[in-house]
Nanobody, 126 residues
């Protein structure tokens, strides 16, 4: 059983940084692809970053590439998202996602059988 719990959201000024973390349960094969998507209420969700927990391969949305870094610590069953140079348009609810899939892209995070945490709010003021 995969369970996910995010932490680290908050309110910051534009240009500042935040680090999100996600504590996960479940074996590595049930969450081989993990990542983050974000959603503003009433808007479509946007895949932000994904990482293959076995190979370490990563992929980023164009809107965050160069500013956000996804990483993981398998010993701690944890996923992270370092967000630097934050912009007001980064404000959203951020969700940790885990998928039992060897294929790992931003679209993988939106599969019907993906597990999702309750989310953590990020607010960036300009």
């Amino acid at each position: 059983q995969v369970q996910l719990q995010e932490a680290g959201g908050g309110s910051v000024q534009a240009g500042e940084s935040l680090r999100l973390s996600c504590a996960a349960t479940g074996d590595i094969w049930s969450r081989q692809c993990m990542g983050w998507f974000r959603q503003v209420a009433g808007n479509k969700r946007e895949g932000v970053a994904a990482i293959d927990m076995i190979s370490g391969g990563t992929i980023y949305a164009a809107s965050v590439k160069g500013r956000f870094t996804i990483s993981h610590d398998n010993a701690k069953n944890s996923l992270y998202l370092q967000m630097d140079a934050l912009k007001s348009e980064d404000s959203a609810m951020y969700y940790c996602v885990a998928v039992a899939s060897a294929a790992c892209g931003l679209g993988t995070l939106e599969l019907d059988f993906a597990h999702r945490g309750p989310g953590t709010q990020v607010t960036v003021s300009s």
